[in-house]
């Protein structure tokens, strides 16, 4: 995250700081320019918020203080070309606070606004959320409207601001505990002119998934009666979470039913694998029933925890279709590095198959992690 947080940084603040003083003349902007100066070691969340709180601070000393006052100068900020890019986050954050703070339906709608007009220079998808969760009625009835924004960037946002499990930003819980409530913008935009836009569509689809897997199963099944040419991916990369959990509704969506196979033992090319280190794995698959057969073939890692019990995580391998009495052989490896995400534990192991959600094989190897007690 290194790099990442080095989005936000001084220079970028700086010309921030330049870029407002010329939307309000006689404006003063000492916090925000002082904020710049102090982000190193803070992650790029930490920036935001950093940045955001100078922000405020500086506006709250202008003489007519507030979210109209904000809206204004931000709008006419975007003359300026150069107002674009990440440091943008923090600006949003800023225009959401004083638009919550001000407790108006017409500062609400706003800033709602703002953030499409806003969104095109850097996504508006992380500070729309604590509107969202303040109002989620308000908030989806805005944004269903701009499923038929001439924008792409802002299309993208009805639909990736909703996400319920949006990475890096906050939880709404009210998009968890209401799985139906924006199925409406999805249905608008699965079928979106743009693959930025569908690809979102196809997240969001997969984040329901994890709390409402039958409402993502029936409305895919939905958009197949109504397909466009874009649609077959759309829904594939939407399931592919209930392809993995071998959900039998979206097995079936996707072609994959139960079929006769016969599998040979897993062949793994090490016992141990000395971390960092790749796994390599083989294995033969028959059709032995009387028709083609259409497979999703994927493979679970069953990782050792901490305490010595294990935790599985599903990989896809490929999928294929395979002629009546067809064998084929796969192979593949499975790369074991040190990661943010997860922490490797020495001791056994297990790699197991699984086709058309059905488990084939079991063949168990030792993780040395180079770390001794």
């Not at 019990?309 to 790369?335: D, P």
Request: a neutral charge; one cysteine or more.
């Amino acid at each position: 995250m290194g790099a990442m947080n080095e989005l936000i940084n001084e220079h970028a603040v700086e010309a921030l700081a330049d870029i407002l003083a010329a939307a309000a003349p006689g404006a003063q902007w000492p916090a925000l320019a002082g904020a710049g100066r102090t982000l190193d070691g803070l992650s790029l969340r930490g920036r935001t918020d950093r940045v955001s709180g100078a922000l405020l601070d500086d506006l709250q000393r202008l003489p007519r203080p507030g979210y109209a006052t904000a809206a204004g100068i931000f709008r006419r900020a975007l003359d300026h070309s150069g107002f674009t890019g990440w440091v943008l986050w923090p600006v949003s954050e800023a225009a959401v606070t004083l638009a919550l703070d001000s407790g108006g339906i017409p500062d609400f709608k706003d800033c709602l606004a703002l953030l499409a007009e806003l969104t095109p220079r850097l996504t508006g998808e992380f500070a729309i959320r604590r509107l969202l969760a303040r109002d989620p009625d308000t908030s989806l009835q805005a944004i269903l409207e701009w499923t038929e924004h001439p924008d792409e960037h802002v299309r993208r946002l009805a639909s990736e601001g909703t996400r319920a499990y949006l990475p890096w930003a906050v939880r709404v819980p009210a998009l968890v505990q209401r799985p139906g409530a924006t199925l409406p913008i999805l249905d608008a935009l699965y079928r979106d002119p743009s693959e930025y836009v569908r690809r979102s569509v196809a997240n969001h689809l997969n984040d329901l998934a994890r709390h409402a897997p039958d409402v993502v199963v029936s409305t895919a099944a939905g958009w197949l009666a109504a397909p466009d040419a874009n649609t077959a991916w759309v829904v594939r990369h939407g399931l592919r979470t209930l392809v993995k959990k071998a959900h039998p509704g979206a097995l079936a969506l996707q072609g994959f039913v139960p079929a006769s196979v016969a599998v040979t033992e897993l062949r793994l090319d090490r016992d141990v694998v000395a971390m960092p280190e790749d796994l390599g794995f083989e294995f033969e698959i028959s059709n032995t029933g009387d028709g083609d057969a259409r497979l999703a073939v994927d493979y679970a890692v069953h990782y050792r925890k901490a305490n010595g019990s294990q935790s599985v995580k599903i990989f896809k391998l490929t999928a294929l279709t395979l002629a009546a009495g067809e064998t084929r052989m796969l192979a593949k490896r499975h790369a074991f590095r040190p990661m943010t995400t997860r922490v490797h534990h020495p001791g056994m192991h297990a790699l197991e198959l699984q086709i058309n959600g059905v488990r084939h094989g079991r063949a168990e190897f030792r993780v040395d992690t180079g770390v001794r007690a």
